[in-house]
């Protein structure tokens, strides 16, 4: 008989998801102020971890209130992404003729810097939150297209036969087959999509903002504080953390039937 492998609680915490992440952070941040002090880095170049541990204590507040522009920007560019980016990936992974027309397009349109044509979006739509959210909207449309349209193509032939031969609707068919198919390609698609759409907002409020981590990090690196600009890059990565576990917890309600959902069971003889 299988038994299941005891494990002590030791090694229980060890295998959590988040500890081993954690422990592997506390290495790096070790191995850049042993690399500080040993090479004698002068701060003006490289800030020690303990100088901006301090400024993410004493400025947290003035971060996080700058934050929120840019998670506003990230969210709003991130959903139009998803809303537009699956719906074109349907027409291009169902029509011969629109995947000639408009993919080329897309891939021409990857080769184009987004840096350089935010100033135009600041331009046309002033210095608010809209030219953020479409920079948003370009780094985070590209991934999720690509991704829907390898889920839909990947579908197999042979079920959408059978589901057309049990007298299914198109409308069925799509919804029993095709979709259920292709979500864990565009989860994937979005997940890259959400980390992006962080990029994007940052490239908008580099361009011309008066608030946003962007705004900040562009302050910080005009006056050489560079503490407050690694505080800043500290926030942005514990923001696309966040944005980034939180499509993978709806990715693992959504479709907890996929293997790629679960957990592996130890057996022992």
Sequence with gaps: ????????????MLNAAWVRPFLFLVFIVVAWDLAIRLFKIPAYQIPSP???????RTDWPEL???CWPTTYATVCGFLLSALFGIPVAMLIAG???????VYPLLVFSQ???????????????????????????????????????QG?????????????????????????????????AIFSGLKVSVTLAVVGAVVGEFVGANSGIGYVMQRSIGTFDL???????????????????????????????????????????
Aim: net charge positive; charged share 15%; glycine share 4%.
């Design 111 to 149: 080769s184009v810097p987004k840096i350089a044509i935010a100033p135009l979006f600041v331009v046309w739509f002033g210095f608010g939150i809209i030219p953020k959210v479409i920079s948003a909207f370009l780094l985070g449309f590209f991934p999720v297209v690509v991704s829907a349209v």
């Design 227 to 269: 503490p407050t600009m690694f505080a800043a890059l500290v926030i942005l990565a514990l923001l696309g953390v966040i944005l980034f576990w939180i499509v993978d917890r709806i990715e693992k309600l959504v479709i907890p039937w996929h293997v790629s959902q679960r957990e592996d069971v130890i057996f022992a003889s």
């Design 152 to 184: 839909f193509k990947s579908v197999d032939p042979d079920m959408v036969d059978l589901a057309r031969a049990m007298q299914g609707s198109r409308f069925q068919v799509f919804c029993a087959v095709n979709l259920p198919h292709a979500l864990p």
């Design 64 to 66: 996080l209130r700058q």
């Design 95 to 101: 029509s011969k003729t629109v995947e000639s027309y």
């Design 50 to 56: 303990a100088d901006v541990v301090a400024v993410l």
């Design 1 to 12: 008989m299988a038994e299941l492998k005891p494990q002590s609680a030791v090694s229980k």
